[in-house]
């Protein structure tokens, strides 16, 4: 559910505006690019993101000594809803949970193997679903150029629309409309001879 007082907007609008934090949309999320490494190492001290793709001890700056290299699960993944598509990243815990997969097993596959995921599972768990998804927007860069960042915080899949729910409604409408018809046929032709049943006294229940 929506926070109270949390306001979902489109994500055209959430795209244009020029105000940072959380916001949240309703949209499909989809993974385009399944050639990404889904994955960074970061050091297991500071959580420092590092461009390295080998595991071996080093020591580290921030930290000022040797610490150990852990893989961080992270990619990109596309939200689309009706008025535009944008691409947002996911990280950690969330990000696992979407790819049922550890992050260890990501860099494995990804790092170490050099392979790619193979996310035909994932997508196809994903599509035509509608996600609440909450987000934050936030802006990085230097004095000339300032870039905004969306990273998904929390996702929820939404109920089916209502749209959905009365078509399926419909069609199991249908058939019963056509025997409610055939039964009333049948008693109008034989109701006239067999009216006295209908007049038979209720059940005596006030008699106990
Ligand atoms: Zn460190």
Request: aromatic share 6%; net charge neutral.
């Amino acid at each position: 559910m929506t926070p109270v007082g949390q306001q979902v907007i489109s994500i055209a609008e959430m795209s244009s505006t020029a105000s940072m934090g959380l916001f949240y949309v309703e949209a499909e999320m989809a993974i385009s690019d399944e050639f990404q490494e889904f994955c960074v190492l970061e050091c297991s001290g500071c959580k420092q993101k590092k461009r390295t793709k080998d595991r071996k001890a080093f020591e580290c700056p921030k930290c000022n000594r040797k610490t150990t290299l852990v893989p961080r699960c992270i990619f990109q993944i596309d939200l689309i809803d009706g008025t535009a598509t944008t691409i947002t990243s996911i990280s950690a815990e969330l990000g696992e949970k979407l790819l049922s997969m550890t992050a260890e097993d990501i860099f494995d596959i990804t790092c170490a193997k050099r392979q790619s995921l193979s996310l035909n599972h994932v997508n196809q768990m994903l599509s035509n679903k509608l996600f609440q998804i909450q987000l934050r927007k936030s802006s990085w860069g230097s004095s000339n150029s300032t870039h905004a960042t969306l990273s998904i915080l929390s996702y929820m899949e939404k109920e089916h629309t209502p749209q959905s729910t009365t078509d399926r409604n419909s069609k199991k409408i249908r058939p019963l409309e056509i025997s409610e018809v055939e039964v009333m046929a049948t008693t109008t032709t034989t109701g006239s001879s067999n009216a006295t049943p209908k007049f038979e006294p209720p059940t005596p229940a006030k008699k106990v």
